[in-house]
């Protein structure tokens, strides 16, 4: 159970006293984690302190409460804060509750009225705390299913199943992080020979694939953009963005091929069958 840390801003030294006391702090799920005589003071100690709530007097020198809300409202620190306040000071609080304060209790403090306050900001701050992993989870969830969304859509576009709406199949690439501008493509796809009776299971079948994929980006080089995928046969299905359709940029792509070939075949202890398109 997370202890939540309140501190404790106010300028009379024997109320800070008596606030530390007036409840069962622990019991209650809080820890007091700092207090400060004035706002100065509070502001330098928030970021190392890193409190969860602050109890902070209105009325207090060198900066008061108010001031002291809107310095923390402007670093951006999320802070749940209270106010503690006198009869004399009650249109302040007023003010105070537009600036985003939580809450206002009035001097002297009722332990009742404190306890409500405290356990209503802890109920808000677990909310916060469930949507923020519930986002974070989501936006996890999002990265991870990007690969399979851009696996589906090389697959769609090898297959001629896209309508050509390029402004759409540009966007969409962009937003996968597909970069394949060229005049002409040609699509290389490299299947694994092996007997279906060999005793591969699924796993030793994505290994290789992965194997053969790292020997063929690697021959590849740099001398072709390109995108991998692999279609419903297993096969590794590589488009290749071709600089010019000459017979030169022809015969350097089926060179590099035939090294793949050679290259699986020495290394690995299998054959593949290359086709190109």
Known sequence: E????VMIVDDEFYFREAL??????ADLGFIICGEAKNGKDALNQVETLEPDIILVDI?????????????????????KIVILTGHSEFQYAKQALQLG???YLLKPIDEEELKAALFELKNEIERETNIKIEFNRLRQQVKESVPLVREKFLNELIQGNLTRNSKDISKKMAYLNI?????????TTIEINHERDEDWNDEDLQLWKFAV???????????FTREVCYDNNDRICIIIGAKQNGLENQLLLDNRLEAIR?????YLNFTVTIGIG
């Open 2 to 5: 997370n202890m939540l840390k």
């Open 20 to 25: 530390k006391v007036s409840l069962p702090w």
């Open 59 to 79: 009325n207090m020198p060198m900066m008061d409460g108010l001031e002291f809300v809107q310095e923390t409202k402007s670093r951006g620190l999320g802070i």
């Open 101 to 103: 304060v939580h809450n």
């Open 179 to 187: 970069h394949l501008n060229s005049e002409y493509y040609r699509v």
């Open 213 to 223: 994929t790292n020997i063929a980006c690697e021959l590849l080089g740099d001398s």
């Open 262 to 266: 050679a290259a699986v075949s020495r």
